[in-house]
């Protein structure tokens, strides 16, 4: 299996701009998590998903930032207008189990600048 | 709610040490436990987990951790670190019932020739 698959690897935009980061979780996963981890903060999740549907997005900054999971194999999280603040590598991660009580398989993250 | 506490955020060794890792947990309910760790540029990758059984639990890697119910605690180690050990660990613990897997704020390992 390829694992966890993340798009782009790097992503530096201008404050303001649109940023759309791409997810695919393992084949057969049911539940899919993004984190946002940065020096100040550690690891928050940002929300999660279960068979698609959005169970937890308390950890979602502010209405900037949206995601979805239109089918099992495609998630996004968008983040609109961008503000230097959200620099920071964000994680994806697919587990079997809802909420992840079984292990989560994280992908490469994406490393976020925005100017 | 459930929190993590890592008493170390960094810890510097020489190779063939030992180390430990320490992580403190609270929760009002049963917990699973996990010990992640992720290298320079990479993502978190699972090192081991407690779910229920033997308190003392291992990786393929010689690291292990016990299980201790009574202090509330996963502590991590190993008798003898390598140079390719360095990394960031996380400690993290999620309910019974599901929910969130929370993390711990991260321990960097440091080992050095």
Redo the contacts between chains.
Sequence with gaps: DAG?IQSPRHEVTEMGQEVTLRCKPISGHNSL?WYRQTMMR??E?LI?FNNNVPI?DSGMPEDRFSAKMPNASFSTLKIQPSEPRDSAVY?C?SSL?????Y???????TRLTVT | AQSVTQLDSQVPVFEEAPVELRCNYSSSVSV?L?W?VQYPN?????LL?YLSGSTLVESINGFEAEFNKSQTSFHLRKPSVHISDTAEY?CAV?T?Q????I????TELSVKP
């Design positions: 966890v998590f550690g690891l999740l999660y937890d994680f991660a189990a809802p909420g992840g009580i292990e989560q398989y994280f992908g490469p993250g | 699973y996990f992640y990479q993502g978190l990758q699972l987990k996380f999620i019974n599901g929910g969130k897997l993390f711990g704020q991260g």
